[in-house]
């Protein structure tokens, strides 16, 4: 029951190369088929994302070189050589490639670390795969494991929590500030790039109330529609600011467009409730004096940078826990997989026992003419009760006991050493 | 301290106050369980300390100094466990435990004697005692909260937000929960007060003999009926509010200690 993992990722191969290795869904399917059709695998994943292109499978008990072959398969599917897929890829068997998938779901292998996109990217890839029939007890077990160490490592770590981009910590100030932000409100001053990153991770924590300003009118109306936002005119601006609870501004201006003395006043007229100000624009759009102001809260792009540069190292302090999680996931998965194996083989040699008494009773007893029919049960069924005691008995009880499993260092010896057959299982 | 329910239930105090500021620390899902376990834990142990004391002295437990305030620490504990169930937060036990232990340690130091036949008895007494001192928890939460929001607020404002500050409720969320305890100090104070008057008044035949006690009471009870006015305010709300709670909550300790026993004739426990 061996399992295989051919694959490469960011670390590992060129963005040029991943191109050209990267599986669309179609193809994934395709590719998942022909592996299965031609025998090289019984059970069979693509995980294709940008980062990482993944091919997880078990290959066939007779098929030698299950990892070559598909090693060959993903070049020539892609129209590689081989050559040019050897240095980059990676080649993991068994414990390594569990631990590998655990990693991956993880966040641990990602780009940005502890990212929980891919999370979601594993659980997709493996519910497509369990939807058509690829994936088998072996894979299945895997990747549902997998699943539970990503969401054990981002519950029970902090590697996924703190923000580690400039407009998510923005948000998950407004959060540290206002809590849930459902209820709260947010005016978007400028409607570039940057307001729309922070715009889409408010919506990802669910704000409902959000309004748009930018000096063209059609960019701002742009972004309202995308996000479900409202336009206010820029010469609004002022009148605009007592409604909000979070104001991120964003526009290219030399001077700044919030002054100490407006939001003074605007603080007045919304009767001081806390404002969170965070300042993307570079000149900063709002006066720095304005931190002084009873209420608000304001952060530019280097407080939040640092903010993200602590929260970084932060992720980086809980990979020991996480790899502990990843750890005590692997143990677990192994020793399924021991057990599972274990059956097998205890079942092979009970039907290999039960064959070979058959044969016995026969040869010698067609010379025991003498013995009633009664006789020759009972003879059977001493046998029986004796290759239980002997043989099945001590070798059910290796199933149930790893130390004695790992002395044995490998449960198929048993079948080399009672010469199972292998088609039969 | 020899009561070995007494002992029991400071084991289970202190490690769960050693768990909650594991928690806080290194954010751990068997050291936030642990915490609220032990917790749990202490508070049922707690309980039949009070049932123990109680017997020992044969009148209820709160029927001097020293019970009471063990009591206020039952009380404050369970309300903290309460808020905890309610918002799922755990981030505020290493500040509140410190409380609970602190007075679990000073209401059992000193020994239980039976106190001299007191008039205090009978439910209404036991329901006048029993809400001022849930009160006197509720105003202690408050102002454990607004501690929190304090040094919260002084970090964001001064970007300095660190590790730990990541892991508390959100300002908003901690000015809201402070407004709920007030709100839970002033009711439980004002109908405490008005059972308390009512039993003095068929002890003696009048409700009020002078005792400062009471004016103190009604005093802690407009100052946080003031709070809850000025809390919502434009020139209050944030920082000052909670400066406020903390301010108030000094008169409550003033009234704990000085007034009860220097002041008061009749709420004196000595």
Redesign the interface.
């Known amino acids: 029951m061996e399992i295989v993992l051919i694959g490469l990722n960011h670390h590992t191969a060129s963005v040029e190369l991943r191109e050209r290795v990267a599986f669309t869904p179609d193809q994934a399917r395709e590719a998942a088929g022909q592996l299965r059709l031609r025998g090289i695998l019984e059970e069979t994943l693509v995980l294709s994302t940008c980062n990482r292109s993944e091919l997880y499978g078990v290959p066939r008990e007779d098929a030698s070189d299950g990892a070559g072959t598909v090693e060959l398969f993903l070049a020539s599917f892609h129209q590689l050589s081989p050559n040019e897929l050897n240095g980059s890829l990676y080649r993991h068997r068994d414990s390594h490639a569990v631990r590998h998938l655990f990693r991956v779901a993880a966040g641990l292998d990602s780009m940005l670390l502890g990212e929980a996109e891919i999370l979601g990217q594993v659980r997709d890839a493996y519910q497509i795969a369990l939807d058509r029939g690829e994936t088998g007890p072996v894979l299945n077990r895997m990747f549902q494991a997998a699943l539970e160490v990503g969401k054990r490592v981002r ?4 590697l996924g ?2 923000p580690v981009s400039v407009a998510f910590a923005g948000v ?2 407004a ?5 849930k932000l459902k209820e709260h409100r947010a005016l978007i001053v400028g409607a570039g790039d940057t307001s729309e990153q922070v715009v889409r991770h408010l919506c990802d924590r669910g704000i409902k109330n959000l309004r748009v300003l930018n000096r063209t009118a059609d960019h701002a109306v742009d972004l309202a529609a995308r996000f479900g936002g409202e336009v206010v005119p820029w010469e609004n601006l002022t009148a605009a600011l007592d409604w909000p609870d979070l104001i991120v501004t964003s526009v290219s201006s030399s001077e700044p467009i919030l002054t100490r003395a407006i939001l003074e006043r605007a603080m ?1 007229a919304r ?4 404002l969170l100000l965070i300042d993307l624009g570079v000149p900063r759009n709002i006066q720095p004096s304005v ?1 002084d102001i ?2 608000i ?1 304001l ?1 530019n792009i280097d ?1 939040l940078t ?2 993200v540069e ?1 929260n970084k190292k ?1 992720r980086v302090a809980e990979i020991p826990r996480a790899e502990g999680i990843i750890d005590e996931q692997v143990q677990k998965f192994l020793h399924w997989q021991a057990g599972v194996a274990a059956r097998v083989v205890l079942e092979d040699l009970r039907g290999k026992l039960t064959a070979e008494r058959e044969a016995f009773l026969q040869e010698r007893l067609a010379a025991m003419s003498h013995l009633s029919e009664q006789d020759r049960e009972q003879f059977a069924a001493m046998l029986q009760e004796f290759l239980d005691r002997v043989v099945l008995s001590p070798a059910e009880r290796m199933r149930g006991i790893p130390e004695l499993r790992r002395k044995l260092q490998n449960f198929e010896a048993l079948r080399d050493l009672f010469r199972l057959d292998r088609e039969k299982s | 301290m020899t009561n070995p329910y007494v002992v029991a239930t400071l084991v289970f105090y202190v490690a769960s106050l050693a768990l909650y500021i594991w928690n806080l620390r290194e ?3 068997a050291a936030g369980i642990g915490a609220t376990v032990c917790l749990v834990g202490a508070l049922i142990l707690h309980y039949f300390a009070l049932l123990a004391r109680s017997r020992m002295i044969h009148a209820v437990p709160y029927d001097d100094l020293f019970g009471s305030l063990s009591l206020f620490a039952w009380l404050l504990a369970a309300t903290y466990l309460c808020l905890e169930a309610m918002h799922r937060r755990r981030a505020v036990g290493p500040f509140v435990l410190p409380i609970v232990l602190v007075v679990f340690l000073l209401a059992h130091l000193a020994e239980a004697r039976p106190v001299k036949a007191p008039p205090a008895q009978g439910p209404l007494f036991a329901f006048h005692v029993t809400l001022n001192i849930l009160a006197y928890s509720a105003f202690a939460i408050s102002f454990v909260l607004s501690i929190i929001f304090l040094i ?1 607020n002084r970090r ?2 001064g ?1 300095k ?1 660190g ?1 730990v ?2 892991r ?6 901690l000015e809201r929960m402070t407004r709920s305890s007030v709100l839970i100090g002033c009711a439980s104070l004002a109908v405490g007060m008005v059972a308390g008057l009512i039993w003095a008044h068929r002890l003696e035949g009048q409700y009020w003999d002078g005792d400062p006690k009471v004016i103190v009471t009604v005093l802690i009870l407009l100052i946080y009926i003031g709070y809850t006015l000025l809390a919502r ?3 209050w ?4 509010a909670s400066a406020l709670c903390i301010f108030n909550f000094m008169f409550v300790i003033f009234s704990y200690s000085i007034v009860n026993r220097y002041l008061s004739h009749f709420h004196r426990y000595f």
């Not at chain 1, 519950?155 to 902090?158: G, L, N, P």
């Not at chain 1, 009767?271 to 806390?274: D, E, F, H, I, L």
């Open positions: 519950s029970e770590t902090e929590t703190r998950k100030l959060e540290r500030i206002f809590g007045a009767a001081n409730r806390a931190a009873y209420n809260y952060y407080d640092e903010i602590q932060a | 954010p751990s899902r919260q964001l404002r970007h937000l590790v500050g990541w508390f409720p959100a300002l908003d969320v305010t434009a020139a709300r944030g920082a000052r």
